[in-house]
Antibody, heavy 124, light 106 residues
Framework: EVQLVQSGGGLVKPGESLRLSCTAS????????MSWVRQAPGKGLEWVGL??????????DYGAPVKGRFNISRDDSKSSSYLLMDSLRTEDTAMYYC???????????????WGQGTRVTVSS | DIQMTQSPSTLSASVGDRVTITCRAS??????LAWYQQKPGKAPDLLIY???TLESGVPSRFSGGGSGTEFTLTISSLHPDDFALYYC?????????FGQGTKLEI
């Protein structure tokens, strides 16, 4: 089965750090670009960042609210992407989702594939 | 970043109604648009991708249309289970952006 399974998350205090994981199965992970989005309670969906495949440079890009505090990495040997969140703020409280794009037969068109999400709560 | 403008923000309808939600992109995204349904406490569920391709297992009363900058999601005959939040997403660029959401309510 093609899927993304997330882990990590939890309750932390402002200023602390947290690492989220996203592990893929059933897809050629080493070619996948991995994105992260979040959804604060009662709010819409916000792009957090992405990491390109190593064959496309392996670089990461971030949204303005998290740039300089969050870091996205990947370990192709484990088919996993990681979101390391430093200097967490109360406004980072959200559900975090990893996303990639896959082509699932019989379709020949790429479509988004989401992880199940993981909750991050930043509170003193 | 590409801005996505979704309307209406709230839509009141009844079981059996035909409804349409609109999503506009700030620049041409070809057909790289997805529609999602979200229920409280759950992750968004993919309904439509590539603007008009129905995701496997999604009822045929859902349909998507449009290309370029203007897109629609139509539900041909509302079922009780369809009352939820709906979002559009552009994936022409990997800096994904989303519409603000439409709450479909009774």
């Amino acid at each position: 089965e093609v899927q993304l399974v997330q882990s990590g998350g939890g309750l932390v205090k402002p200023g602390e750090s947290l690492r989220l994981s996203c592990t893929a199965s059933g897809l050629p992970f080493n070619f996948a670009w991995m994105s992260w989005v979040r959804q604060a309670p009662g709010k819409g969906l916000e792009w957090v960042g992405l990491i390109k495949s190593k064959s496309d440079g392996g670089t990461a890009d971030y949204g303005a609210p998290v740039k300089g505090r969050f870091n996205i990495s990947r370990d192709d040997s484990k088919s996993s992407s990681y979101l390391l969140m430093d200097s967490l703020r109360t406004e980072d409280t959200a559900m975090y989702y990893c996303i990639t794009e896959v082509t699932l037969p019989p379709s020949v068109t790429p479509r988004p594939l989401w992880g199940q999400g993981t909750r991050v709560t930043v509170s003193s | 970043d590409i801005q996505m403008t979704q309307s209406p923000s709230t839509l009141s309808a009844s079981v059996g109604d035909r409804v349409t939600i609109t999503c506009r992109a700030s620049q041409n995204i070809n057909s790289w648009l997805a529609w999602y349904q979200q229920k409280p406490g759950k992750a968004p569920d993919l309904l439509i991708y590539k603007a008009s391709t129905l995701e496997s297992g999604v009822p045929s009363r859902f349909s998507g249309g449009g290309s370029g900058t203007e897109f629609t999601l139509t539900i041909s005959s509302l079922h009780p289970d369809d009352f939820a939040l709906y979002y559009c997403q552009q994936y022409k660029t990997f800096r994904y952006t989303f519409g603000q959401g439409t709450k479909l309510e009774i």
